[in-house]
């Protein structure tokens, strides 16, 4: 059975910095990838950024772009989410999640097979 569990999550005042990170358990992870999500109140969940299974592509949304940076590590089946220069509308719940495809990578949640129970991070200004 597949875990994904997050850790990390707090109350920052804006500009502050946060790292979040996911330990993944009984799956072999490393072949896939990874990508870590948000989800505001009254929001839809929006992929924040992903990292391919060896690490040589990543992708970030326009709002985090210069500021977050995602990263693994295959020998420890983790992925870790460095946040820096907070701000409050980066309020949400963050959610590690796996893909289990071969194919194209994705930002719609409906491609991630395997999520986290999600931490709270709160940016206060």
């Known amino acids: 059975q597949v875990q994904l569990v997050e850790s990390g999550g707090g109350l920052v005042q804006a500009g502050g910095s946060l790292r979040l990170s996911c330990a993944a358990s009984?799956?072999?992870?490393?072949?896939?990838?990874m990508g870590w999500f948000r989800q505001a109140p009254g929001k839809e969940r929006e992929c924040v950024a992903y990292i391919s299974w060896n690490g040589g592509s990543t992708y970030y949304v326009d709002s985090v772009k210069g500021r977050f940076t995602i990263s693994r590590d295959n020998g420890k089946d983790t992925v870790s989410l460095q946040m820096n220069s907070l701000k409050p509308e980066d309020t949400a719940v963050y959610y590690c999640?796996?893909?289990?495809?071969?194919?194209?990578?994705?930002?719609?949640?409906?491609?991630?097979?395997?999520w986290g129970q999600g931490t709270q991070v709160t940016v206060s200004s």
């Open positions: 999640a796996l893909r289990i495809s071969d194919w194209a990578p994705t930002t719609t949640p409906t491609g991630y097979s395997y």
């Open positions: 009984g799956y072999i992870v490393s072949s896939y990838l």
